[in-house]
């Protein structure tokens, strides 16, 4: 992330601090993430097999890529959408004002480790953040693509196999709960931007051109 004083006139980042305070916005710029799949990096960075686990950052790591080693052979529709989900931790990050976005209570994992004897250290880090994904809404048991609701209720169809509700106000109150300020969101639509973007199926999640034109970058457009 990057802290840029705009000019109002040329939209540039400015090099050095401008003399008129009424000559620029500060604005926060989101730059280079994740794996930058496309036909580019693939044939002059990381080659036929994708980005290895080493090459890319955990913390910003989609579901897909985390579960499928071979996920960026996939079309280019699914794999663009791997730093969307990057964008979307980044916006948690901001919220939470830490980069540990998917954890989950010390109490939980302590009832986790009884049914994880035995298992690597790895495959109990990948428990942890699985759970921690389903009490987020983000894992939704029973769900498959293109059917993980993230609508104005937040309700998901069908019977519901978690002991939680995943509506935008539970969802709202959890991740209030987790923020030291207990300020959670500023509002529902950087809420409601942030579910479409962590969403566990690439093809429901956002899209670049579908995310820029978000009610949240546009106040005209919210009702």
């Not at 930058?36 to 950052?57: D, M, Q, V």
Request: with cysteine.
């Amino acid at each position: 992330m990057v802290i840029c004083l705009e000019d109002r006139v040329t939209g540039k980042c400015l090099r050095g601090y401008p003399s008129d305070a009424n000559m620029y916005n500060i604005k926060l710029h989101i730059i280079d993430f994740g794996s930058a799949i496309n036909e580019f990096t693939i044939k002059h960075l990381y080659g036929s097999k994708g980005p290895s686990r080493l090459e890319e950052t955990v913390e910003y790591t989609s579901p897909e890529a985390m579960l499928n080693i071979s996920w960026s052979r996939g079309s280019p529709d699914i794999t663009l959408k791997y730093d969307m989900w990057g964008v979307g931790v980044v916006m948690m990050e901001l919220i939470l004002g830490s980069p540990h976005v998917f954890q989950i209570s010390s109490r939980t994992r302590s009832l986790l480790d009884q049914y994880l004897d035995g298992w690597t250290m790895e495959a109990r880090e990948l428990a942890y953040k699985l759970r921690a994904f389903m009490e987020m809404c983000i894992l939704v048991p029973g769900s498959s693509p293109l059917h993980q609701s993230t609508g104005a209720k937040g309700e998901h169809g069908g019977s519901w196999l978690a002991s939680w509700k995943c509506t935008e106000e539970a969802f709202s109150e959890q991740v209030k709960a987790r923020d030291p300020l207990k300020l959670g969101f500023p509002d529902i639509w950087y809420l409601r931007l942030v579910r479409q973007l962590l969403i566990w199926h690439p093809a429901d999640r956002l899209s670049v051109d579908n995310a820029l034109q978000h009610p949240y970058f546009h106040p005209h457009f919210q009702r």
